[in-house]
């Protein structure tokens, strides 16, 4: 069973910038597609990038611009840079992959399998 772990969520402050690492142990980086989601309280889990075949990219509205999904293969470790943080990216952030083809990049039910998430929180 794969197993992802997000790191490198903490608080930081309007402006700022964090990159968050999700390792993918075990071959699960070399699936289909890895992306990136978000949850924050009270909301649904909302889609933020991905990265398919560790080479297309693609980003939702909000974060394009400020957000960089890339992965590293050889360290089986997906990265999400984010920069010119604002309070509205408070959240829990996820990683999921995808195993197989699917044309859906972009909801949860798209992916299958997920890890534990990391908080991001910017204070204003």
């Known amino acids: 069973q794969e197993q992802l772990v997000e790191s490198g969520g903490r608080v930081v402050k309007v402006g700022d910038s964090l990159r968050l690492s999700c390792a993918a142990p075990?071959?699960?980086?070399?699936?289909?597609?890895m992306a990136w989601f978000r949850q924050a309280p009270g909301n649904e889990r909302d889609f933020v990038a991905v990265?398919?075949?560790?080479?297309?990219?693609y980003y939702a509205e909000a974060v394009e611009g400020r957000f960089t999904i890339s992965g590293d293969s050889a360290k089986d470790t997906l990265y999400l840079e984010m920069n010119n943080l604002k309070p509205d990216d408070t959240a829990l952030y996820y990683c999921?992959?995808?195993?197989?083809?699917?044309?859906?990049?972009?909801?949860?039910?798209?992916?299958?399998?997920w890890g534990q998430g990391t908080q991001v929180t910017v204070s204003s």
């Open positions: 990265l398919v075949d560790n080479d297309v990219k």
């Open positions: 999921a992959g995808q195993r197989v083809f699917r044309m859906g990049k972009t909801r949860p039910q798209d992916y299958d399998y």
């Open positions: 075990g071959g699960s980086f070399s699936h289909h597609a």
